[in-house]
């Protein structure tokens, strides 16, 4: 992922006096108020935010409150859910911050502690539920830390970085893949490839998934609801490909001429 420079370098410039300011606010074991000013400062630090336009505080959402909104030319970009410093991030934790978005329609959520960020994308399907894209660990670092905190940066934020990525996680997760190679499309490829290796023996499709669900595939991703939810993508994505291919052959066939049959 390409990180500016500028952004690199603020990134540089913050890290190293954040990461003294979490230890010891962590040993001190400051309040959840403490340490939501902390991260407030980092938003504007580290990732760029303006302080006093762009962070909202309280973030009132019928009748509840947020602790922290971030938004840009007035649309919210995500909700910030705090917790204090020494307090370990847990699901009810989560579930409160998520239940805030889902009202709102907001598609991102941050959960945090300050030395720890957890972002989730809401996913509004029925019923509403979230996925979680990373977990930025300031005071362990790692090599992708840049990248994470450039994805949540104002700049990477306006560009859809995170969004980006949370796609391409979707799609190359071994759910996703699961639910491709056990589509009737690819399980007649591998039919077709494994006739060539044995041209005299007959094979079926069925042969194929059999195979592949008994013996290649773990029971663990076919039992699970994320392979269901796969399929369903994977089978809402060839329904809108075969009505445009549809709508494109009907607004350049002739007006006399029957409709032309789809050729999938």
Known sequence: MAI?????????????KYRAVLQDARKADRSEQDTVTIITDMLADIFGYDKYSEITGEYCIRGTYCDLAVRIGGKVRFLMEVKAIAKDLKENHLRQATDYAAKEGIEWVV???GAEWQAYRMIFEQPVRYDHVFTIDFLAGGDDLNEMIYMLSREGITKDAIGEYHEQRRVLNAYHLAAIILSDGVLAVLRRELRRVAPGMKITTDDVKDELVSEV???????????????????????????????????????SAPPVADQE
């Open 4 to 16: 500016p420079k500028k952004v690199q370098t603020r990134i540089k410039a913050s890290l190293r």
């Open 111 to 113: 959960l945090s502690n």
């Open 217 to 255: 595939i773990k029971r663990s991703i076919l039992d699970s609801d994320e392979i269901k939810d796969a399929a369903k993508r994977i089978k809402r994505s060839k329904t809108r490909r075969m009505r445009s291919r549809s709508e494109s052959s009907g607004d350049t066939a002739a007006p």
